[in-house]
């Protein structure tokens, strides 16, 4: 049985980067751009079920017209198409403004599951995905480090990791998943599928498109506004205690107690 599946993606900051700050925003010159990791695991078990399955896989991505390139990686490894939501109009939302833009857009497009990645490392949020499911009345499961399909193809049996324990939910389908670390390895792009990912469509839409009134979403529809953004304080430098094991051991225990107050 074939399956459409939609991936919603983010661009982010490289985790290795440096961030730094100037009048209160992240500087984005110089900074590398890259695919939210959590977002590959589920594009990679997009593609795993596609091969085993049969099927197609879309790549949606809402971001600033110069994502293109990032997206481009997600068709390297191996997503049939692509979709590029940019307009300077739905920039600057929070979650809840992203979700609406994401649910107009997975309105046009075929599905019988989406996947996304359990949060976005840049904000953390892990919101945009449960949101959408919710807008477009889906089931949904998060965080899923294992995923099967049941026989007849209506219905996926999922492990979810939650604080330290596993659960395991069965949902039918259409749904809407989000990836947790491990959920499979990850591929990475080869040189024909680099050169291929040049040829596979991508299409762009902007508000006008997606047809959303553009005063609910962007920075005009955000339900949360950002008034301050710093870096976080220095660290203290750290302590080497000297003398022996048992006298370095009573010295941490008193600084643990008295200047860190942590016991």
């Not at 949360?224 to 302590?239: D, M, S, V, W």
Request: glycine share 8%.
């Amino acid at each position: 049985m074939p399956f459409n599946i939609v991936v919603l993606l983010k661009r982010v900051p490289d985790t290795e980067s440096k961030i730094t700050l100037r009048e209160g925003a992240v500087v984005t010159e110089g900074l590398n751009f890259v695919l939210d990791p959590y977002g590959e695991y589920g594009l990679e078990k997009a593609l795993q079920l596609v091969e085993q399955h049969g099927g197609k896989v879309t790549a949606v991505l809402f971001g600033s017209a110069d994502a293109k390139e990032t997206i481009r990686k997600a068709l390297a490894v191996g997503a049939d198409e692509a979709v590029h939501i940019s307009d300077p109009a739905l920039e600057g939302g929070d979650a809840a403004a992203t979700a609406k833009v994401l649910a107009a857009a997975l309105k046009k497009i075929p599905y019988d599951m989406i996947w996304a990645g359990k949060q976005a490392v840049d904000e953390d949020n892990a919101q945009v995905a449960l949101r959408v499911a919710e807008l477009l009345d889906l089931p949904h499961v998060n965080s899923v480090i294992e995923f099967n399909l049941e026989a007849d193809g209506k219905a996926a049996r999922c492990v979810r990791e939650v604080d330290g324990e596993r659960d395991v939910m069965t949902t039918t389908l259409p749904a809407i998943f989000t990836a947790q670390q491990g959920l499979g390895e990850l591929r990475y792009p080869s040189l024909k599928g680099i050169m291929g990912a040049k040829k596979k469509p991508i299409t762009d839409w902007d508000a006008a498109a997606l047809g959303v009134a553009v005063a609910t979403v962007g920075a005009a529809g955000a339900k949360i506004q950002q008034t301050k953004l710093e870096p976080p304080p220095a660290r203290p430098p750290g302590k080497i205690i000297p003398g022996d094991a048992q006298t370095a051991a009573q010295e941490l225990a008193r600084l643990l107690h008295e200047e860190a107050k942590v016991i």
